[in-house]
């Protein structure tokens, strides 16, 4: 059966039961307060964790059952900004994605070329490809590590907070990007704060405490109500170009 499946998983520190499944082609977006175990549920989904109880299936099989490089070619992850790889060149980095595909000590060929083009090219980051990943922006390193992951050309790709630190015109950009994966097939789950960043994604997900509280289309799930009960009875909702709009 294909996806990347949570069944009732609970972690070490948090989630009390939660069960997820992402599809290849769609987008999803993670919310919930700060503390709900959204980083948790993407580490568990990702095997950087072991699940106390429940357990975690990608494309049918028991995710501990793949070799870490075959978990590699089809699961790629975007963490929180934290520490990057120092001396390294932006095309160096980006070509560290595609060692799932060629094995420590294997040769670059033609597919690992292309796919590191490609990566360069969709992130809008090849103009720095000569530049140390240490002298660019926090919001232009994001994109750069963004590179790596598609580099590997998953089937899935976690992204947690990945607009935290980008402008409005590359928060725009990046949401365009993630859409456009998603209809090309991959599967895109992010963790997002925003509910308007939310509102572009196929479905939500929303978790509270350890919990899935709901899930649903975006229009149908961002209501003032179903809002104000999660964040406080300043939240409003507007629409506008056939998508709700959140604000206080
Ligand atoms: N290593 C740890 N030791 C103790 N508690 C932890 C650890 N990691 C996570 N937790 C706790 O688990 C809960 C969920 O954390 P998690 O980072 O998954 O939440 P989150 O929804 O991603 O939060 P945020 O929106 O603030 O990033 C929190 O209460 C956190 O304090």
């Given at each position: ?12 520190h948090a989630l009390k039961g939660v069960s997820l499944r992402l599809l290849p082609g769609e987008f999803v977006a993670l ?100 530049r140390p990943l240490g002298a660019l922006s926090g919001g232009e390193r994001q994109r750069v590590l963004l590179a790596r ?28 990007l993630l859409l456009g994966l998603a209809r090309g097939g991959m599967g895109v789950l992010a963790v997002l704060h925003d ?54």
């Amino acid at each position: 059966m294909e996806g990347l499946e949570a069944r009732g998983v609970q972690g070490r520190h948090a989630l009390k039961g939660v069960s997820l499944r992402l599809l290849p082609g769609e987008f999803v977006a993670l919310l919930g307060p700060n503390g709900a175990g959204k980083s948790t549920l993407l580490r568990l989904l990702l095997g950087l964790e072991a699940p106390r109880r429940g357990g975690v299936y990608l494309d049918g099989l028991p995710l501990y059952r793949y070799g870490s490089y075959e978990r590699g070619r089809r699961l790629a992850y975007l963490p929180q900004a934290g520490p990057v790889p120092e001396g390294l060149w932006v095309e160096e980095v980006v070509r560290l994605g595609r060692l799932p595909h060629q094995g420590l000590l294997g040769r670059e060929g033609r597919e690992d070329k292309e796919a590191v083009e490609w990566a360069l090219e969709v992130t809008r980051t090849a103009a720095f490809r000569d530049r140390p990943l240490g002298a660019l922006s926090g919001g232009e390193r994001q994109r750069v590590l963004l590179a790596r992951a598609l580099a590997a050309r998953p089937r899935y790709l976690l992204l947690d907070e990945p607009l935290n630190h980008l402008d409005l015109e590359h928060q725009a950009g990046l949401l365009g990007l993630l859409l456009g994966l998603a209809r090309g097939g991959m599967g895109v789950l992010a963790v997002l704060h925003d509910p308007n960043q939310a509102a572009r994604a196929d479905r939500v997900v929303f978790l509270k405490e350890g919990r899935v509280l709901a899930e649903g289309r975006p229009g149908e799930l961002l209501t003032e109500p179903f809002l104000q009960g999660v964040y406080g009875p300043s939240v409003r909702v507007a629409w506008a170009e056939g998508r709700p709009v959140v604000y206080f």
